[in-house]
């Protein structure tokens, strides 16, 4: 029998990068929140700038809840299933994945906002890709911007504007949407390396810039700025100069009293009343069952949980789990493909220390910003090139076809060459589908006997011409800046993803979205979902600050509209 708590304004389910965000205009408004999360807390003493650890043996993921509920995957509906990963990409900790991400902080371009009808209008309708869902999101940049001002500046980023109400700086991203101020930090700074590829990127008349990170470049807040120590590719900073929620948002939402947070809580379900509205949560700590009762619940625990949870939480009024009585629940569903590039120099680039979101970028080859009249294909993907590198990765070279994969040869070759080699990941345009799903794995549980996530999903022909178009682009930078060999490797496939996006996609048509253009279920009006589950289109950029933002305007939407939406 679960032990019933007092009820509380709000639950959220996730206290993470965007649980996390939304928690602090809550507090600030006065109502009494309470997180749940899965994780306990870590502080910078837990964390440790060693690659053994970190990036082979997954440590803090190693010994997370998430790591008994990878998602299961295959490419469609008649093929066998991918081998399983091991280790959860995404983790458990009052924090979220906020911990030991990258820190790269882009916003959406105003393309990715109008995709359809951008391209019907440029283009004609007919080149929206064959069996893609894509909608437009319900409005554009224009709405979010303020978000994105308020989360750049409440969590603390680095950058250089390229469009600052309507006046371009050629310093920035000439392509970004208007903003209406500066970062609130400058860049972090750039490396010889940097410097050169920005040079190579400027000779082929392209704009190269330094990309935004969640990282000081100077001291913010309290904390100190980057140390570039090298170790921060899935690590925790021990420094506190990497802008997790840990460190921003989520003491200042404590600070004002009015949040608190449940630690290694593992939700299970969200119930409901007959009448269908959300009574509040069960979850489970220490081996006791509890109920949280609450006004307001919002889920926040990542796409494959988001969509778990409610295709858990069954009822009489939602028979197919929970706002999926239009079965749009698990739909829409699409993660990042990224065309990976590497490329050897014939001297060392001195990349032994930095921060893979300390980079150069280049935006001309993203989303519509070149003519896709002649192309086969819509989308695009940004170019950007980080600086960090660590021991045993280094080693993990491609060999370019010069030496063996082992051996003394083998052995002369990455001690010639470790340090003459950069990687590339390119982020590009993915668009939803058909026949690109979510659902509950029919065979394959967690300890619990919940079922997990099953991914059934596969990047299709736009998605493999975008690869296949800014790799050559990569190549060609690489080969300006002075590469003597360089390597593209195929795309993969759409297994468990750091940046997945969909399955609880936001418009305002309930019959092809699971959530209104504020964030709260079109079925249960007061049942918010945050995250990048909400996006219908991820541009070519990473997903956490437009996923932080949209829980920054669900959130507030909330505190201005409490009555309305308790009923
Ligand atoms: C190595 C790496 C590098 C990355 N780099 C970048 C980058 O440079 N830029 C960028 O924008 N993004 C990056 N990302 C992605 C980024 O981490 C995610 O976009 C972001 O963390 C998602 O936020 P979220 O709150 O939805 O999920 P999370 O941050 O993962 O938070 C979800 C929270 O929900 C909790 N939870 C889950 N299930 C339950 C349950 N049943 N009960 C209670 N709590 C639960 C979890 O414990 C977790 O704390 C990176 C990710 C990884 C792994
Ligand atoms: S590189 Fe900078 S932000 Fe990253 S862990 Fe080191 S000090 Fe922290």
């Known amino acids: 029998m679960a032990q019933r708590l007092p009820t509380s304004n709000v639950v959220i389910i996730g206290v993470g990068a965007v649980g996390g965000v939304a928690a602090l205009p809550l507090a600030r408004a006065g109502l009494q929140v309470i997180g749940l999360e899965a994780g306990t807390r870590l502080t910078s003493r837990d964390f440790a700038p060693d690659e053994l650890r970190n990036n082979v043996r997954g440590w803090p993921q190693a010994v997370q809840k998430a790591n008994r509920e990878v998602p299961t995957h295959r490419r469609s509906e008649s093929t066998p299933y991918s081998p399983r990963q091991s280790i959860h990409p995404m983790m458990n900790a009052v924090v979220g994945t906020s911990l030991h991400y990258h820190g790269q902080r882009w916003r959406l371009n105003p ?61 920035g991203n000439i392509f970004e949407g208007p903003r209406r101020r500066e970062y609130p930090m400058p860049p972090l700074r750039g490396t010889g390396f940097t410097e050169h590829m920005a040079e190579a990127a400027r000779g082929l008349g392209w704009h190269a810039f330094a990309g935004p990170a969640a990282i000081n470049s100077q001291p913010y807040e309290g904390r100190p700025g980057c140390a570039y120590h090298g ?57 006791q069952e509890y109920f949280q009762p609450a006004a307001v619940v919002l889920l926040a625990s990542y796409i494959y949980e988001n969509v778990r949870t409610l295709l858990l939480s069954k009822s009489r009024a939602f028979p197919n789990g929970l706002s999926n009585n239009h079965g749009q629940v698990g739909r829409h569903y699409f993660s990042h493909a990224r065309a990976r590039v590497a490329a050897l ?18 935006d001309e080859w993203a989303d519509d910003n070149f003519d896709h009249s002649d192309l086969d294909f819509i989308g695009g993907g940004i170019l950007f090139v980080p600086t960090e590198r660590r021991p045993i990765s280094a080693a993990q070279m491609n060999t370019f076809g010069r030496a063996p994969r ?33 659902d509950l ?121 409490r009555g309305t939406i308790t009923g």
């Not at 001690?415 to 690109?436: C, F, H, M, V």
């Open 345 to 362: 120099f014939p001297w060392n680039l001195n990349k032994w220390y930095g921060a893979p979101a300390q980079g150069v970028a280049v």
């Open 231 to 287: 170790f921060c590719n899935r690590g925790g900073c021990h420094v506190d100069a990497k802008n997790s929620t840990a460190v921003s948002t989520i003491p200042k939402a404590q600070e004002t009293g009015n949040f608190s947070v449940v630690t290694q809580a593992h939700v299970t379900t969200i119930e409901v009343d007959d009448e269908g509205r959300a009574t509040g949560v069960t979850y489970l700590k220490d081996g």
């Open 111 to 171: 393309w990715d906002f109008k995709v359809v009808s951008e391209t019907a209008r440029r283009y004609g309708s007919s080149r929206i890709p064959a069996g893609s869902t894509v909608e437009d999101w319900p409005f554009g940049l224009e709405e979010l911007e303020s978000y994105y001002d308020q989360v750049e500046y409440e969590v603390g980023v680095s950058g250089k504007a390229g469009n600052i109400g309507g006046t371009i700086d050629s310093g």
């Open 406 to 438: 082992w051996g003394s040869s083998w052995k002369a070759f990455i001690k010639e060459n470790a340090d003459r080699w950069a990687g590339t990941s390119i982020q590009k345009t993915t668009l939803p589908y058909e026949d690109n799903y979510l």
């Open 441 to 561: 794995d029919p065979t394959v549980t967690d300890p619990l006997g919940f079922p997990v996530c099953r991914i059934t999903a596969d990047f299709k022909d736009n998605e493999r011409k975008i690869a296949a178009f800014v790799q050559d682009k990569m190549v060609e930078w690489f080969t300006a800046a002075g590469a003597i060999e360089t390597v593209k490797a195929s795309l993969g496939t759409m297994g468990p993803s750091t940046h997945a996006y969909g399955g609880t996609r936001m418009g305002d048509d309930p019959e092809t979205n699971v959530v209104d253009r504020w964030g709260f279920s079109h079925e249960v009006g007061n049942l918010g979902i945050l995250g990048a589950s909400v996006m219908g289109t991820s541009g070519a950029r990473n997903p956490t600050l437009t996923a932080q933002a949209l829980a920054w305007r669900t959130a507030e939407y909330l505190a201005a509209n």
